[in-house]
C-alpha cells in the first residue's frame, strides 16, 4: 500500500516510491524509487528541504516483522476499503467487458479521429466546430455500460505519439464515467464531457519546445505552462455554444482544495464541484502516461496518489467516490500475491476494495497455467497467502493486458 508520510518519519528499511509525480514540479517531496539504508540517509533527505514522501508498504524489510505499526499507518487506507456506501451497483462481467472491447476500441478510434479533426481547425486558424464535439460526448454518455466499462479500460492503452489527443479523449470518457457513477444527469455529463476534451486546449499556445522538454523547466517555462488554463477558458469564450461551466473548469481543473493551484490560487468550496472531478480524472489519467520527462506509472499508484491528496488537493468525498468508483487495484491491474501468483484484476466491487475479484494466469514460478478466478477476499479469510503485495508495471512481468485481450477475443 502506497502511503504518504513526513520525512521526519522515515524510517531504515522503508522503502520509498514515487506515484507518479514530476520530481522538477514538486520540490518538497522525496520521490524516488529505493529503501532507505540508512539514519544518515534519512537526514540526508530532511536536511535537503524534503517534507514529504511516499512509502510502499509492502517493499522493503521495515514492515517484514511489525504487523502493528503496518496496520496503523495503514489505517486510513483500509477503513475506507472496508466501508460501504448504500447499496452497490451491479457492474458488467470482465468477460461481458472483454466481449465487447471490439466495439469500444471501434468508437474509441472513430472518436479519436473525429476529434483530432475538429481540434486541426484551430491550428489551421478555423472555427473549432462545437457541435461536433457535442456529439463525440453524447455518444461517450449513450453508451451501454459494457462499452463505456471497456473504453475504461482502453484509457489504459493508449499511444504515446497521440498522448495530446488521446489524453483529452480520456479525460472526457473517465469524466463522463464518473459522472454516471454519481448519478448526474444528461446536462451535466454533457459539461464534464466537454471540460474533459478541451481542459488542455489552451496548450497549443504553449510552444512545442516547452511542452516536450524532456528536462527541468525554468521559472519562466512553468509560468508559462501554468497560464494553459488561461489560454484554454479565453480561446473557449469565443463561442456561445460553450457553456460558462465549461469555461470555468477549464480555468479551473489545476486549482486545489487546500490552495497552491493555479492560475488563481482558489481553495475550498471557491472551486466548482465538476473542476474538481475534472481534476481527479486528469490527474489520474497523466501519471499513468509516458511523457518525455518521466515514465507512466500502474493504474495503483495513480490511485494512491489521488487518494492521499484527500482534503489537499481534492475534496474527500470525491476522491472517496472516485476510488470507490475506480478501485484500489482497477480492472485491468497486474498484481502479485504474497503466494508469488500473478494475476489480471477482473472485478473490484467485491467485500473488500483491498481483496477484489483476479484472473490468476502466473504460477508462483512464474509460468503460464490455466486461468482461474478467485475472490482474494474470501481467500484472505482463511490465509493472507493470498494478499495483493504490488501491482506490477509492465516492464515487471510476463503477463501483458494488451496480449490478454487481443488472444481473448481471437478465442
Do not use: W
Request: glycine letters at 6%.
Amino acid at each position: 500500500m502506497i502511503v504518504k508520510i513526513s520525512t521526519t518519519s522515515l524510517k531504515p528499511g522503508m522503502y520509498v516510491t514515487n506515484p507518479g509525480l514530476n520530481p522538477h514540479a514538486n520540490k518538497g517531496i522525496f520521490l524516488a524509487e529505493s529503501e532507505i539504508k540508512d539514519h544518515n540517509e534519512i537526514d540526508a533527505i530532511v536536511g535537503g528541504n524534503f517534507t514529504v514522501t511516499f512509502i510502499d508498504t509492502e517493499l522493503g524489510s521495515y514492515f517484514a516483522d511489525k504487523p502493528q505499526i503496518k496496520a496503523e499507518i495503514e489505517k486510513l487506507y483500509t477503513l475506507f476499503a472496508e466501508v460501504k456506501y448504500g447499496e452497490e451497483k451491479k457492474r458488467a462481467s470482465f468477460d461481458v467487458i472483454i466481449a465487447g472491447l471490439g466495439t469500444a476500441e471501434q468508437q474509441y478510434s472513430r472518436i479519436l479521429s473525429q476529434y483530432k479533426s475538429a481540434i486541426s481547425k484551430i491550428s489551421n486558424n478555423n472555427p473549432l466546430d462545437i457541435a461536433a464535439c457535442e456529439d463525440l460526448v453524447r455518444q461517450l454518455i449513450d453508451q451501454h455500460e459494457s462499452i463505456s466499462l471497456a473504453m475504461t479500460i482502453l484509457t489504459q492503452l493508449k499511444r504515446f505519439d497521440d498522448y495530446s489527443y488521446t489524453h483529452s479523449l480520456n479525460v472526457s470518457i473517465l469524466a463522463t464515467a464518473f459522472g454516471k457513477h454519481l448519478d448526474l444527469g444528461s446536462e451535466e455529463l454533457m459539461t464534464l464531457g466537454m471540460a474533459g476534451l478541451f481542459h488542455d486546449i489552451g496548450t497549443i499556445k504553449i510552444p512545442d519546445k516547452i511542452l516536450r522538454k524532456p528536462g527541468k523547466l525554468t521559472p519562466g517555462e512553468m509560468a508559462e505552462i501554468q497560464k494553459h488554463p488561461v489560454y484554454g477558458s479565453d480561446l473557449l469564450s469565443r463561442y456561445s455554444r460553450i457553456s460558462a461551466d465549461v469555461l470555468k473548469i477549464v480555468n479551473e481543473h489545476h486549482e486545489k482544495f487546500m490552495g497552491g493551484g493555479y492560475p488563481k490560487n482558489k481553495y475550498g468550496d471557491k472551486i466548482n464541484s465538476k473542476s474538481y472531478m475534472v481534476g481527479i480524472v486528469d490527474t489520474y489519467d497523466s501519471v499513468r502516461s509516458d511523457r518525455v520527462y518521466r515514465k507512466g506509472v500502474n493504474a495503483h499508484k495513480a490511485v494512491s496518489l489521488i487518494f492521499n491528496s484527500r482534503n489537499i488537493s481534492y475534496p474527500a468525498f470525491l476522491v472517496d467516490s472516485f476510488v470507490k468508483y475506480i478501485g484500489v487495484y482497477p480492472i485491468g491491474s497486474i498484481v502479485e500475491l504474497k503466494n508469488g501468483l500473478k494475476a489480471i484484476v477482473v472485478e473490484q466491487f467485491s467485500d473488500s476494495l483491498l481483496h477484489p475479484i483476479v484472473r490468476v494466469m502466473l504460477d508462483e514460478n512464474n509460468r503460464y497455467c490455466e486461468p482461474a478466478d478467485v475472490n482474494l477476499f474470501d481467500m484472505s479469510l482463511r490465509s493472507d497467502e493470498y494478499d495483493i503485495v504490488r501491482c506490477l508495471d509492465k516492464s515487471e512481468c510476463r503477463l501483458r493486458l494488451k496480449a490478454y485481450l487481443n488472444r481473448t477475443r481471437r478465442q
